[in-house]
Nanobody, 128 residues
């Protein structure tokens, strides 16, 4: 059974840091692109970063570029999202999902989704 489990969310302060984890099971991590999405209250979901653990390629949305870093540990079958310099607008539920290719634009995150099963997200709340 394919599963993606996001964890590591919580309460952070503006300017602080949090690290999210996405534990994968039921498939080879390096067979897919793993992306992080987030959905803020009252807003549509947004793809913010993706990684190919086989090539090392990474992409970031403009809203998080320079502040967030995505990485992958194939042995642990886990993808991480290091979030630094947090802002209140980073408040959202964060999910990880599989993609079929590296998204080269914002709309491609959803176009490249393997399926709609994003698993249980993890909530991040950033206070000012």
């Amino acid at each position: 059974e394919v599963q993606l489990q996001a964890s590591g969310g919580g309460l952070g302060q503006a300017g602080g840091s949090l690290r999210l984890s996405c534990a994968a099971s039921g498939f080879r991590l390096d067979d897919y692109i793993i992306a992080w999405f987030r959905q803020a209250p009252g807003k549509e979901s947004e793809g913010i970063s993706a990684i190919s653990s086989s090539s090392g390629a990474t992409v970031y949305a403009e809203s998080v570029k320079g502040r967030f870093t995505i990485s992958a540990d194939n042995a642990k079958k886990t993808v991480y999202l290091q979030m630094n310099n947090l802002k209140p607008e980073d408040t959202a539920v964060y999910y990880c999902a599989r993609l079929i290719a590296i998204p080269l634009g914002p709309r491609m995150y959803r176009e490249y989704l393997v399926d709609d099963d994003w698993g249980q997200g993890t909530k991040v709340t950033v206070s000012s």
